[in-house]
């Protein structure tokens, strides 16, 4: 493999994975944007906390191995 197609390959494969890397960014800013606006708006620590216990319940339905979470 020459030096030319070596260089172009590693310049794609970082290029599509800052562009998964943005998109990720952005996926995670506007679901916190919607639970801050939706998720209890006027008492930010009850939102905070239904937030962890949402998340938690998510990870552990999705894995069932929640002594991996604490």
């Known amino acids: 493999m020459s030096i ?22 952005l996926v995670w800013r506007g ?7 939706y998720l ?3 008492h930010p620590d009850i939102s905070a906390v ?3 216990v949402i998340g938690v319940l998510i990870l552990y339905i999705e894995d069932r191995k929640l002594k991996e979470l604490l």
Not at 31 to 37: Q, T
Request: proline share 3%; net charge positive; aromatic share 12%.
């Open 31 to 37: 679901v916190w944007v919607l639970a801050d606006r």
């Open 4 to 25: 030319k197609k070596r260089t172009s390959t590693f310049f794609h494969l970082n290029l599509h994975i800052l562009i998964d890397i943005i998109g990720a960014v």
């Open 50 to 52: 239904v937030s962890i």
């Open 40 to 42: 209890f708006p006027d």
